[in-house]
C-alpha cells in the first residue's frame, strides 16, 4: 500500500472516530436541509414496440400498431397514485444519489489535496491549503454519515404525480429492462411479444416497475389477427390499475337531454354521454345539470374492476316568462354580461345575482339590479344621450398620447437590435477575412456562425421597424382626432 493511500485511510478512520463520537445527529449542524423534497416532475411509462417472430412482411404492422392501441386505451389515465413501495424506492434512491454525489466530492477534495505533495508552494502554503482541504474532507464524511443515517419518513414527496408516456422503437431483453428503464428515467415499462402460430398468434405483454426486478404483471392470450384489438383491449383493462396506481371502475352515464353536464364527487367528467375508466371505487355522488332543467343528484355504488352504466333524464324546469320593452324599441338586453336579445322581449326572468341593463346607441343606458324590478313586464323610455364636448376632447387627448407612448416605448428595441446586428456582422467580416487570409476552417465556421447570427438579428430588426411604422401611423389618425376634438369643443 502506498503512503498516500496508508494517510487516506488513517484520516478516514480518525474523521469516522471523532464523528461518531460526538454523536452528531442528521439534523444537526446544518450538514443537510431540514426540509427535504425530491422534486419529481411526472410518473414516466413507456411503451414499446413489440419483439415479433415468425411474422409475414404483411403482419409487421402489428408490432407498432399493437402498442399504440395498447397507449390508446390508457391515454385518459393522467395522474398516477405512488404506494408506498414506490415512495420507498424514491426517497431511497434520492439518498443514495446524495450519497453518491458527496462521496465524489470527497475523492475530489482528496486527489486535489495529494496533488499538494508535487506542488512548488511554500511549506508555510502547502500547510494552510493542506488543512483547509482536511477541514473540507471531513466536514463532506459527516454530511455523508449524515445522509446515511437519515430517516426517510423526513422525505416530502408528492402522493400524486401527472403521468407522462414515451414511446420506443425497440424492446428490451428480459435481463436489459432495469438497465433500459435507468438509461430512459422510466417509472414503469410495457413490453411484450408477438408470435404467430400457423393461423393464430401468441400475444404476450409484461409490465415492469422500478421497485422490483420481475413484471409487476404479466399477461398473455391467443388469438386470430381480427381478435388481437379485443384482446389488447382487455389486458389494458387490467394493466390499467399498474398506470394508474390503484384499482378503478368504469362508469357510463347517458343523458337525456344529451348536453347535461356530469359531475363525479364534484369534478366534471364529461358533457352528455360521458364515459370515466378511472373512478375511485366505492359510494359517490353522482350530479347531473343542464341550465332550463332541474339539477339531479345521487348517490351511486362502483364496483372495483367493475362497470356501471345509467341513464339520466331531467324534467324541464318552470319558469315565468319576462317582458321588456322599450321606447325605441331595437334595444340591446343584458343580464350581467349576457346578452339576451333585442326589445320587445320575453326571456325566464333574471335572477337575483344578475343586474339588467337596456342599452341602444345614442341613448342613455337603463341599468338596475334585478330584484328591484316589480312585476313580469317592464317598460324602459330611453333618453337622448347628450354630447359632452369636454369629455370628447379629453378621450381624443388620453387616447393621443397613450399611443404616442407606446410609438415611443417601441423605437428603443429596433435600435437596440441593430447595435447587435452591427457587433455580428462585424464579427463575420472579420472572420471572414481571417479565412480569406489564412485558410483557417475555425475561422471559416465561425464566420457562417456569425453571418446566420446577423441574419437573424436583422431580421428582428426590420420586424421592429414595421412594429414602430404601425404605431406611428395610429398615433398620426390619433393626433388627427385630437386636433378635431380640439376645435370642436372651442365651437360656440
Same mark, same amino acid.
Given at each position: 500500500?502506498?503512503?498516500?493511500?496508508?494517510?487516506?485511510?488513517?484520516?478516514?478512520?480518525?474523521?469516522?472516530?471523532?464523528?461518531? =463520537?460526538?454523536?452528531?445527529n442528521a439534523r444537526e449542524g446544518?450538514?443537510? /436541509?431540514?426540509?427535504?423534497?425530491?422534486?419529481?416532475?411526472?410518473?414516466?411509462?413507456?411503451?414499446?414496440?413489440?419483439? !415479433?417472430?415468425?411474422?409475414?412482411?404483411?403482419?409487421?404492422?402489428?408490432?407498432?400498431?399493437?402498442?399504440?392501441?395498447?397507449?390508446?386505451? $390508457?391515454?385518459?389515465?393522467?395522474?398516477?397514485? *405512488?404506494?408506498?413501495?414506490?415512495?420507498?424506492?424514491?426517497?431511497?434512491?434520492?439518498?443514495?444519489?446524495?450519497?453518491?454525489?458527496?462521496?465524489?466530492?470527497?475523492?475530489? *477534495?482528496?486527489?486535489?489535496?495529494?496533488?499538494?505533495?508535487?506542488?512548488?508552494?511554500?511549506?508555510?502554503? @502547502? =500547510?494552510?491549503?493542506?488543512?483547509?482541504?482536511?477541514?473540507?474532507?471531513?466536514?463532506?464524511?459527516?454530511?455523508?454519515?449524515a445522509w446515511y443515517r437519515l430517516?426517510?419518513?423526513?422525505?416530502?414527496?408528492?402522493?400524486? $404525480?401527472?403521468?407522462?408516456?414515451?414511446?420506443?422503437?425497440?424492446?428490451?431483453?428480459?435481463?436489459? !429492462? =432495469?438497465?433500459?428503464?435507468?438509461?430512459?428515467?422510466?417509472?414503469?415499462?410495457?413490453?411484450?411479444?408477438?408470435?404467430?402460430?400457423?393461423? $393464430?398468434?401468441f400475444l404476450e405483454l409484461n409490465?415492469?416497475?422500478?421497485?422490483?426486478?420481475?413484471?409487476?404483471?404479466?399477461?398473455?392470450?391467443?388469438?386470430?389477427?381480427?381478435?388481437?384489438?379485443?384482446?389488447?383491449? @382487455?389486458?389494458?383493462?387490467?394493466?390499467?390499475?399498474?398506470?394508474?396506481?390503484?384499482?378503478?371502475?368504469? *362508469?357510463?352515464?347517458?343523458?337525456?337531454?344529451?348536453?347535461?353536464?356530469?359531475?363525479?364527487?364534484?369534478?366534471?367528467? #364529461?358533457?352528455?354521454?360521458?364515459?370515466? @375508466?378511472?373512478?375511485?371505487?366505492?359510494?359517490?355522488?353522482? @350530479?347531473?345539470?343542464?341550465?332550463?332543467?332541474?339539477?339531479?343528484?345521487?348517490?351511486?355504488?362502483?364496483?372495483?374492476?367493475?362497470?356501471?352504466?345509467? +341513464?339520466?333524464?331531467?324534467?324541464?324546469?318552470?319558469?315565468?316568462?319576462?317582458?321588456?320593452?322599450?321606447?325605441?324599441?331595437?334595444?340591446?338586453?343584458?343580464? %350581467?354580461?349576457?346578452?339576451?336579445?333585442?326589445?320587445?322581449?320575453?326571456?325566464? %326572468?333574471?335572477?337575483?345575482?344578475?343586474?339588467?341593463?337596456?342599452?341602444?346607441? #345614442?341613448?342613455?343606458?337603463?341599468?338596475? /339590479?334585478?330584484?328591484?324590478?316589480?312585476?313580469?313586464?317592464?317598460? !324602459?323610455?330611453?333618453?337622448?344621450?347628450?354630447?359632452?364636448?369636454?369629455?370628447?376632447?379629453?378621450?381624443?387627448?388620453?387616447?393621443?398620447?397613450?399611443?404616442?407612448?407606446?410609438?415611443?416605448?417601441?423605437?428603443?428595441?429596433?435600435?437596440?437590435?441593430?447595435?447587435?446586428?452591427?457587433?455580428?456582422?462585424?464579427?463575420?467580416?472579420?472572420?471572414?477575412? +481571417?479565412?480569406?487570409? =489564412? #485558410?483557417?476552417?475555425?475561422?471559416?465556421?465561425?464566420?457562417? +456562425?456569425?453571418?446566420?447570427?446577423?441574419?437573424?438579428?436583422?431580421?428582428?430588426?426590420?420586424?421592429? !421597424?414595421?412594429?414602430?411604422?404601425?404605431?406611428?401611423?395610429?398615433?398620426?389618425?390619433?393626433?388627427?382626432?385630437?386636433?378635431?376634438?380640439?376645435?370642436?369643443?372651442?365651437?360656440?
Amino acid at each position: 500500500m502506498s503512503r498516500i493511500s496508508i494517510l487516506r485511510f488513517t484520516f478516514f478512520f480518525l474523521s469516522i472516530l471523532t464523528f461518531n =463520537t460526538r454523536g452528531l445527529n442528521a439534523r444537526e449542524g446544518s450538514l443537510i /436541509p431540514d426540509n427535504i423534497r425530491v422534486n419529481k416532475d411526472h410518473w414516466v411509462a413507456g411503451i414499446c414496440r413489440l419483439a !415479433v417472430s415468425n411474422l409475414d412482411d404483411r403482419f409487421e404492422y402489428l408490432s407498432d400498431s399493437l402498442p399504440q392501441l395498447l397507449k390508446e386505451e $390508457l391515454r385518459d389515465i393522467t395522474e398516477h397514485n *405512488l404506494s408506498l413501495e414506490e415512495k420507498d424506492f424514491l426517497k431511497s434512491s434520492y439518498i443514495n444519489d446524495q450519497i453518491n454525489q458527496t462521496r465524489n466530492t470527497v475523492d475530489a *477534495l482528496y486527489t486535489r489535496r495529494d496533488e499538494l505533495l508535487f506542488s512548488d508552494n511554500s511549506d508555510e502554503q @502547502k =500547510t494552510e491549503t493542506y488543512n483547509g482541504y482536511s477541514e473540507s474532507i471531513r466536514e463532506k464524511m459527516q454530511e455523508e454519515e449524515a445522509w446515511y443515517r437519515l430517516d426517510a419518513d423526513l422525505i416530502e414527496l408528492e402522493d400524486i $404525480l401527472p403521468v407522462e408516456y414515451m414511446d420506443f422503437d425497440s424492446c428490451p431483453r428480459d435481463r436489459q !429492462v =432495469t438497465r433500459f428503464m435507468e438509461k430512459n428515467n422510466l417509472d414503469i415499462l410495457l413490453t411484450g411479444k408477438l408470435e404467430r402460430l400457423d393461423e $393464430l398468434f401468441f400475444l404476450e405483454l409484461n409490465c415492469y416497475s422500478r421497485v422490483q426486478e420481475d413484471p409487476v404483471y404479466s399477461w398473455s392470450g391467443v388469438g386470430q389477427e381480427d381478435e388481437l384489438n379485443s384482446i389488447i383491449r @382487455k389486458a389494458a383493462g387490467e394493466m390499467r390499475i399498474e398506470v394508474l396506481g390503484r384499482t378503478w371502475s368504469e *362508469l357510463q352515464v347517458h343523458t337525456d337531454p344529451p348536453g347535461c353536464i356530469v359531475s363525479l364527487d364534484g369534478e366534471v367528467i #364529461g358533457v352528455g354521454n360521458a364515459l370515466t @375508466k378511472i373512478a375511485q371505487p366505492g359510494y359517490a355522488t353522482l @350530479k347531473v345539470s343542464e341550465d332550463g332543467y332541474t339539477s339531479r343528484s345521487q348517490q351511486i355504488y362502483l364496483p372495483g374492476m367493475g362497470r356501471v352504466e345509467l +341513464d339520466v333524464a331531467l324534467e324541464k324546469e318552470e319558469s315565468e316568462k319576462m317582458y321588456f320593452f322599450s321606447d325605441p324599441p331595437g334595444a340591446d338586453v343584458y343580464f %350581467g354580461s349576457s346578452w339576451m336579445g333585442y326589445t320587445p322581449l320575453a326571456v325566464p %326572468g333574471p335572477d337575483f345575482s344578475n343586474d339588467v341593463k337596456i342599452s341602444l346607441d #345614442g341613448y342613455e343606458s337603463f341599468h338596475s /339590479p334585478s330584484w328591484e324590478l316589480d312585476g313580469n313586464s317592464i317598460t !324602459v323610455e330611453l333618453s337622448k344621450e347628450k354630447y359632452n364636448r369636454q369629455q370628447a376632447f379629453d378621450d381624443a387627448k388620453s387616447r393621443f398620447y397613450r399611443s404616442l407612448g407606446w410609438f415611443s416605448l417601441s423605437m428603443g428595441a429596433p435600435l437596440i437590435i441593430y447595435g447587435i446586428y452591427q457587433n455580428q456582422y462585424n464579427m463575420y467580416y472579420n472572420y471572414a477575412l +481571417d479565412w480569406n487570409t =489564412t #485558410g483557417s476552417q475555425s475561422s471559416y465556421e465561425k464566420a457562417l +456562425d456569425a453571418q446566420k447570427a446577423s441574419e437573424s438579428s436583422y431580421n428582428f430588426f426590420l420586424g421592429g !421597424v414595421t412594429v414602430s411604422g404601425a404605431l406611428l401611423i395610429n398615433t398620426l389618425f390619433k393626433l388627427k382626432d385630437y386636433i378635431k376634438a380640439a376645435e370642436e369643443s372651442t365651437e360656440d
